[in-house]
């Protein structure tokens, strides 16, 4: 399984930005998929998940209200579509999914948010 994530920029405070993450997993459309955002020298924390059909998520709190996700099961692609972006914002996002009991992860996309 590889995913790719893409999207990733600077960005003045407030802006907006939209990630996307493609996966190859042929059986896409029957797992949930999270975006996750990683500081330097900090654990990844988790920011955002979707439900295998796209009808349901949840966010953490310090996103909820500003980040939506979303997927295109025929693109086997998911988004995280980022508005009023803050400095805090900056970081590595990366999309993960859950195969078998195993998490893939992509490479990582970097966001930077100007002050």
């Known amino acids: 399984v590889q995913l790719v994530e893409s999207g990733g920029g600077s960005v003045q405070a407030g802006g907006s930005l939209r990630l996307s993450c493609e996966a190859s997993?042929?059986?896409?459309?029957?797992?949930?998929l999270d975006w996750f955002r990683q500081y330097p020298g900090k654990e990844r924390e988790f920011v955002a998940h979707?439900?295998?059909?796209?009808?349901?998520?949840t966010y953490a709190d310090s996103v909820r209200g500003r980040f939506t996700i979303s997927r295109d099961n025929a693109k086997r692609t998911i988004y995280l579509e980022m508005s009023s972006l803050k400095p805090e914002d900056t970081a590595t996002y990366f999309c993960?999914?859950?195969?078998?009991?195993?998490?893939?992860w992509g490479q990582g996309t970097q966001v930077t948010v100007a002050s």
């Open positions: 993960k999914i859950r195969l078998g009991g195993i998490d893939y």
């Open positions: 979707i439900s295998p059909p796209g009808d349901s998520a």
């Open positions: 997993a042929y059986t896409f459309d029957f797992y949930g």
